[in-house]
C-alpha cells in the first residue's frame, strides 16, 4: 500500500502563509492524483485542493485565489501553498491519493485508497 506523509502544518495568526508537503512512497506525482481534504471538530471533512496526476489543479472555491498546488523538484512530492490564512478552529489536513481518480471525482474522498496521517492547522485570530 502507498503511504503518504504530511508536514508543515503548525499555529499561524490570520492572513499568514503556511506550506504543507505530501510525499508518497508509492508512484510519482505524474501518475498519481493527490488531494487535500480538511476536517475540523464535529465537522465533515471537505475537499481543500487537487492536482491531478500532476498537472491539473482544482481547488475548493473557498480556497480558491488563496491556496496553491504544485510538484516538488521530487517526483514524489506535492505542496499545498495556503496564503492569506482565514481564523478559524484548527484542522487537520489530510492528503490523499489514487492512480484511478477521473478529473470529474477528484473533489470525491470515496475515490481515494490512499491516505495520510494528516497534519494539524491552526490558525489564530
Known amino acids: 500500500q502507498v503511504q503518504l506523509v504530511e508536514s508543515g502544518g503548525g499555529l499561524v495568526q490570520a492572513g499568514a502563509s503556511l506550506r504543507l508537503s505530501c510525499t508518497t512512497s508509492?508512484?510519482?506525482?505524474?501518475?498519481?492524483?493527490i488531494s487535500w481534504f480538511r476536517q475540523a471538530p464535529g465537522k465533515e471533512r471537505e475537499f481543500v485542493a487537487s492536482?491531478?496526476?500532476?498537472?491539473?489543479?482544482y481547488y475548493a472555491d473557498s480556497v480558491k485565489g488563496r491556496f496553491f498546488m504544485s510538484r516538488g523538484s521530487n517526483r514524489n512530492t506535492v505542496y499545498l501553498q495556503m496564503d492569506s490564512l482565514k481564523p478559524d478552529v484548527p484542522a487537520i489536513y489530510c492528503c490523499?491519493?489514487?492512480?484511478?481518480?477521473?478529473?470529474?471525482?477528484?473533489?470525491?474522498?470515496?475515490?481515494?485508497?490512499?491516505w495520510g496521517q494528516g497534519a494539524q492547522v491552526t490558525v489564530s485570530s
Open positions: 492536482i491531478w496526476r500532476g498537472r491539473t489543479t
Open positions: 508509492g508512484p510519482t506525482v505524474r501518475y498519481y492524483t
Open positions: 490523499a491519493g489514487d492512480t484511478g481518480v477521473i478529473v470529474s471525482s477528484v473533489r470525491g474522498q470515496r475515490n481515494y485508497d490512499d
